[in-house]
């Protein structure tokens, strides 16, 4: 079966940091994009963050400075660092797989991480 | 960045009926890269439709998607029951990705 699992959120402070982590299984990690999708509470979808199967890097830009994506093929897993947390990034924080060689679009998607910046 | 706008905002119509969802982007969508979601409360996004006119595997052909360049359509032909959600258009030709704001089809 294929799978994404994310995992790490939690409450956290202005100015502080969260590592998110998404576990992947089922498939061909070195095979496919991934990606960060947020859905603040009763807002809609925002694209955050993807990382190429060759490691190159994009960033949206309310991200971009702040969160780092990451993936490590050996464990399947993608990150994401999240540094400088505002109560805007506040969110359930989806990970997305997309295929590196052909268009299949989003095609699995994690059951996602709930993030809350708060004091 | 490209700004999708997604139409209407709500749509209100019953079982049986065809529903029509608009996404206009402010600039050309490179290769057509465009993708439709649906989403029902606490559940994750599920593909429908990619490349503006393919559907994912699963998906009832009830579903189509048309267009190109800055006009697209999601088309529902005959609504049942759960296809009652939000649905999202999303580009994915150019960084950053972008998504719509979103269509919420209700039940009438």
């Known amino acids: 079966e294929v799978l994404l699992v994310e995992s790490g959120g939690g409450l956290v402070q202005p100015g502080g940091s969260l590592r998110l982590s998404c576990a992947a299984s089922?498939?061909?990690?070195?095979?496919?994009?991934m990606h960060w999708v947020r859905q603040a509470p009763g807002k809609g979808l925002e694209w955050v963050s993807g990382?190429?199967?060759?490691?190159?890097?994009y960033y949206g830009g309310s991200v971009k400075g702040r969160f780092t994506i990451s993936r490590e093929n050996a464990k399947n897993s993608l990150y994401l660092q999240m540094n400088s947390l505002r109560a805007g990034d506040t969110a359930v924080y989806f990970c997305?797989?997309?295929?590196?060689?052909?268009?299949?679009?989003?095609?699995?998607w994690g059951q996602g991480t709930t993030v809350i910046v708060s004091s | 960045e490209i700004v999708l706008t997604q139409s209407p905002g709500t749509l209100s119509l019953s079982p049986g009926e065809r529903a029509t969802l608009s996404c206009r982007a402010s600039?050309?969508?490179?290769?057509?890269?465009l993708a439709w979601y649906q989403q029902k409360p606490g559940q994750a996004p599920r593909l429908l439709i990619h490349?503006?006119?393919s559907r994912a595997t699963g998906i009832p052909d009830r579903f189509s998607g048309s267009g190109s360049g800055t006009d697209f359509t999601l088309t529902i032909s005959r609504l049942e029951p759960e296809d009652f959600a939000v649905y999202y258009c999303?580009?994915?030709?150019?960084?950053?990705?972008?998504f719509g704001q979103g269509t919420k089809l209700e039940i009438k």
């Open positions: 600039q050309s969508v490179s290769n057509s890269y």
């Open positions: 997305a797989r997309s295929n590196s060689y052909a268009d299949f679009g989003m095609d699995v």
């Open positions: 089922g498939f061909t990690f070195t095979n496919y994009d």
């Open positions: 999303q580009q994915y030709g150019s960084s950053p990705l972008t």
């Open positions: 490349g503006a006119s």
């Open positions: 990382i190429g199967n060759a490691d190159d890097t």
